[in-house]
């Protein structure tokens, strides 16, 4: 069965998008296309684990306009394809512009920092273009990081299901980003979320933490912490700290096999 523009349906996607749709409506205009919120959303289900044991919340993905959202993207072997372009770690697009030739390279710069952090805490590279000149060896070298975090039973995903940055420096102003953050759980998290059970959420972002602090507690009660953002741990200490937090609630509520 189809799904998003002739992509294959995913399972909820119809329940989804009409969650979506009703927090799209109650937060108002934002910084994309309602259409960008739905993509998103798929690229985080396509690597949702089958068990998930450490739910890992960011603040959002980063806004796409419509003609990003419909710009081709070249075949990527082994990755899940269910969406168009998004700017969301989990679209392979998202950071490498050989795979979206018709994007200009400067509205690509992808999200390295997350890409690190999830690397060092656990254990390999980083997929870097530092480490991994070539794309095709970078792209492996995601593929395989991805693969093992969704086999411990990681999940990325975001307290924000609209945008509420994008690039060059575009942010949803506070009241309008506080408001994204209590629609969206409000309308699609809530539901979603707690009956997933995973064993710990880990809040990546204070700002996100102190939105949603009370409803963290109310589903999660002693099941959630928060660290900042990785762009927000500035300084070698602080730097250290946010890894080390990370790495152990990796180990002790997703250990490896």
């Not at 109650?26 to 289900?45: D, V």
């Not at 999830?118 to 060896?137: H, M, N």
Request: include cysteine.
């Amino acid at each position: 069965m189809a799904g998003i523009w002739g992509f294959p349906l995913w399972e909820g996607q119809g329940i989804a998008a009409n969650r979506i749709a009703a927090a799209l409506a109650a937060i108002g205009p934002g910084l994309e296309p309602p259409g960008a919120a739905l993509a998103a959303e798929a690229w985080r289900q396509a690597w949702r684990p089958p068990r998930l044991r450490l739910l890992l919340l960011a603040e959002s993905h980063m806004a796409t306009a419509a003609e990003e959202l419909a710009t081709p993207m070249l075949p990527t072997p082994g990755w899940p394809h269910p969406a168009g372009f998004s700017r969301h770690l989990y679209c392979p697009a998202y950071g490498e512009p050989s795979l979206v030739p018709g994007l200009a390279a400067a509205r690509n710069a992808g999200t390295g920092q997350y890409w690190r952090l999830l690397a060092l805490v656990e254990g390999s590279p980083p997929p870097t273009r530092a480490a991994f000149p070539q794309a095709t060896g970078r792209l492996a070298a995601k593929l395989a990081l991805l693969r093992r975090l969704r086999d411990r039973g990681i999940w990325l995903t975001d307290a924000s299901v609209v945008a509420v940055a994008g690039p060059g420096g575009q942010r949803l102003p506070p009241a309008a980003h506080a408001a994204a953050l209590r629609e969206s759980w409000r309308c699609f998290h809530g539901p979603l979320l707690p009956p997933l059970r995973p064993a710990h959420v880990l809040v990546i972002g204070l700002a996100v933490a102190r939105v949603l602090g009370p409803r963290l507690d109310e589903s999660f009660p002693g099941r959630w912490s928060a660290i900042p953002q990785p762009m927000g741990a500035r300084g070698a200490a602080p730097a250290a700290a946010l890894l080390d937090t990370l790495a152990v609630a990796m180990r002790l509520h997703a250990p490896a096999d």
